[in-house]
Structure formats: structure tokens, C-alpha cells
């Protein structure tokens, strides 16, 4: 699964506040919401926190673009997410 190689990629640097491990961790559940959301389409309380959690995810990639754009660059070429 995704979700574990990317963990133990960021996990081994044992800070899981990280902007990176953060955004893997959004990433994750952005699948699961979208899948669950292609089965129930009439479910508007996930439609609001698939939102949420986008913006969440926006933010804190926009914050790593700032700071770090090599970094930025990388996490979003590993996640498949954007360009």
C-alpha cells in the first residue's frame, strides 16, 4: 500500500510533525474519501470533510513551496499529486 512505504520513507526520520509526513498522511485519507465517495454519492457530511482536508493539504504545501521548494518538489513528484 502506499500509504506504508511513504511512512517508513518519513518515519525513519522520526518526526511525524512534519510538514512532509502531514501531507502524506491527507494524501491517504483524500484516497479514501474519494473512493467512498464514488460508491455514495448522496453523502454530503464527507463531501464537506473531503473539502477540509483538501484545503488543509493546500495550505501545507503551499507553506513547503515557500520555505523549501527542492522539498517541495520532490514530496509532490513521489505523492503523484499535482503537475
Do not use: C, P
Not at 526520520?13 to 510538514?19: A, K
Not at 482536508?53 to 499535482?82: A, F, H, M, T, W
Amino acid at each position: 500500500m502506499v500509504k506504508n512505504s511513504f511512512i517508513s520513507v518519513i518515519s525513519q526520520e522520526e518526526n511525524r510533525g512534519s510538514v512532509e509526513f502531514q501531507v502524506v498522511s491527507f494524501t491517504n485519507k483524500i484516497r479514501r474519501l474519494t473512493s467512498h465517495l464514488e460508491f455514495h454519492r448522496t453523502d454530503f457530511l464527507s463531501q464537506r470533510g473531503l473539502r477540509k482536508i483538501l484545503g488543509k493539504r493546500q495550505r501545507l504545501l503551499s507553506y513547503l513551496s515557500k520555505k523549501n521548494n527542492v522539498r517541495y518538489k520532490e514530496l509532490i513528484s513521489q505523492l503523484d499529486i499535482r503537475e
